[in-house]
């Protein structure tokens, strides 16, 4: 499992943009000799204010379980301690996008691929789709960036 993603019980693709920009604040304009000197002080901290838009989790759970927790494009399955299985529920048209809460428009996939379906990078085959509407496919195919890279 990536080491990005351990101990996340949520869907940490949306997160990790924020750490990163927390990670960078201030490493660049501090001199070596004042990185040396606040060794041992404890990290800044900075306030954030996040709106999301509430999802019915239901749907997702279900594509999940549908699938085995299995990716449906590489058919990765995440093994967790404990014995529990991990994966993501990707909608294919974006809820912030104008897409519906609803399980026609999901997919299970694993941290990676969900990634680059996010980032519009990978297009969508049918055999890769089960379950999910075409017209959802042919919209998310239709923002793919044109590329070298084949349709997952």
Not at 25 to 35: N, Q, S
Not at 38 to 46: N, T, Y
Not at 69 to 79: L, N
Not at 104 to 116: L, Q, S, T
Request: aromatic share 6%.
């Amino acid at each position: 499992m990536p080491k990005d993603y351990c101990d996340f019980g949520i869907n940490a693709s949306y997160y990790l943009p924020i750490f990163e920009l927390v990670r960078d604040v201030g490493r660049e304009t501090a001199p070596p000799e004042e990185v040396d000197a606040r060794r041992d002080e404890a990290p800044d901290r900075i306030e954030t204010r996040t709106l999301r838009i509430i999802r019915d989790t239901v749907w997702a759970e279900r594509v999940k379980e549908e699938h085995d927790h299995m990716c449906q494009i590489c058919k990765t399955r995440i093994e967790l301690n404990g014995g529990e299985a991990y994966a993501e529920a990707h909608h294919v048209v974006p809820l912030k996008e104008g897409g519906p809460d609803v399980k026609e428009n999901i997919m299970c996939v694993c941290p990676n691929h969900h990634a680059m379906l996010d980032d519009k990078i990978r297009r969508l085959t049918p055999e890769k789709t089960v379950g999910v509407a075409k017209a959802y496919v042919r919209w998310h195919n239709r923002k793919v960036a044109i590329t070298k890279q084949t349709a997952v």
